[in-house]
Nanobody, 121 residues
């Protein structure tokens, strides 16, 4: 069984900053990619940022230059540093990992429960 614990969401004024964290634990042998997605009300869930095990990153154009993704492999944790936040960044942010299961070494994916980010004055 895998657990993803997300933290760092909240309400912030436009132009402000937040840092999201997502810590993975459980029956994990290794983690390949770690990603953040977001979903605004009435919209589809979109990828925000992804980081591979070799620290290659992919950032959505809508947040490029404002958001940074990083990971700490010793803690199985991924971070999303969000700066210059805009009202359109308001959404539920979800953590996602692709990992190798500890016993079978099969590749699997897991989603966090989501954390709300609200950008409003």
């Amino acid at each position: 069984q895998v657990q993803l614990v997300e933290s760092g969401g909240g309400k912030v004024q436009p132009g402000g900053s937040l840092r999201l964290s997502c810590a993975a634990s459980g029956s994990i042998f290794s983690i390949n990619t770690m990603s953040w997605f977001r979903q605004a009300p009435g919209k589809q869930r979109d990828m925000v940022a992804t980081i591979t095990s070799s620290n290659s990153t992919d950032i959505a154009d809508s947040v490029k230059g404002r958001f940074t993704i990083s990971r700490d492999n010793t803690k199985n944790t991924v971070y999303l540093e969000m700066n210059s936040l805009k009202p359109e960044d308001t959404a539920v942010y979800y953590c996602n990992i692709w990992y190798r299961e500890a016993r079978s070494r099969n590749l699997a994916s897991y989603w966090g429960q989501g954390t709300q980010v609200t950008v409003s004055s």
